[in-house]
């Protein structure tokens, strides 16, 4: 099995734990709370803006929250492409609205797409970063916790329950709207503004476990694990940065040559080079191109 049919499944099989929660009313929470008896995650993002709003600590809610913490230490970004609903989701509305559209039309809607984003301003994984954090201030000064209204994990999340419970939708889901549209200003889109992957980024720096490494042994340098990954990393770089990966493993997959493999906790020895971090000017040198 590939890792690709492997995040599949895994991201169905939390989607089918959440409905069937919700139906028979388990009472797992959603992914901002989820519980299973004494085992508690509480998303970082989600703690964070609740403390802010109320300018309280919820003593309760802090173990479950330096759970998730050391789960990001220890995983990295993997929530963002093996658990994220909005991933999983997101890719099968993008692709049955591609094949329900004519060929001709699928075209013009592509060209039409380039020519505008073209003509819009760039930003990147330090302005999300910037954002981000102007609205946690925003949080606290007015007490609100208003970026839970327009996250689209949490607006997804509620209306699959909500339509599984009541059979309903909330008007909420126009609000999704505004990240997607968002995101066209940013390099990668979403994935450079989402609060939710900013934050894990942030403590994903500290990650250093379960990484792909390239053997040059094999690795004929067609840098086909560059252009498969969501943000442009490359294995053959020397200096990674685990902020951006979020463990995808298309780098394993598409490798002609089979010469990546994961590796634990890889260590510097001749032939093997950590993935997938990628030197910052290298970065920002493709962001800008």
């Known amino acids: 099995m590939t890792f690709e049919r492997a995040r599949k499944w895994s991201g169905i099989a939390i989607l089918m734990l959440i409905i069937g929660a919700a139906i028979w009313g388990f009472g797992l929470g959603s992914f901002c709370y989820f519980h299973i008896g004494i085992f508690r995650l509480m998303c970082p993002v989600g703690f964070a803006e609740l403390c802010l709003s109320?300018?309280?600590?919820y003593w309760n809610l802090l173990p479950p929250f330096l759970l998730v913490i050391g789960l990001i230490i220890l995983l990295g970004r993997m929530f963002c492409s093996w658990i994220c609903p909005v991933a999983?989701?997101?890719g099968w509305f993008k692709s049955l609205l591609l094949r329900a559209m004519p060929q001709g039309v699928r075209m013009w809607w592509?060209?039409?797409?380039i020519r505008v984003v073209k003509t819009l301003p760039k930003l990147g994984y330090k302005d999300g970063i910037a954002i981000t954090i102007g609205a946690f201030a925003g949080v606290a000064i007015f007490g609100f916790p208003f970026i839970s209204s327009f996250c689209p994990i949490g607006i997804i999340t509620r209306n699959i329950i909500g339509f599984f419970t009541h059979f309903q939708l909330h008007a909420d889901l126009v609000l999704l709207f505004i990240p997607v549209c968002f995101g066209v200003l940013f390099f990668h889109g979403w994935r450079n503004i989402c609060p939710v992957g900013a934050f894990r980024g942030l403590i994903a720096g500290m990650n250093h476990t379960f990484v792909p490494v390239v053997?040059?042994?094999l690795c004929n340098g067609c840098r086909t694990c560059e252009r498969v990954c969501p943000f442009g990393l490359s294995p053959q770089n020397d200096n990674l940065d685990s902020r951006f990966c979020v463990k995808c493993l298309k780098c394993i997959d598409e490798c002609p040559q089979r010469a990546i493999s994961?590796?634990?906790?890889?260590?510097d020895r001749e032939g093997h080079t950590p993935c997938p971090r990628v030197h910052a000017k290298a970065l920002h040198s493709n962001q800008a191109s």
């Open 110 to 113: 592509k060209q039409q797409g």
């Open 262 to 267: 994961l590796s634990f906790l890889p260590r």
């Open 88 to 90: 999983l989701l997101g």
């Open 215 to 217: 053997n040059h042994s």
């Open 54 to 57: 109320t300018c309280t600590i």
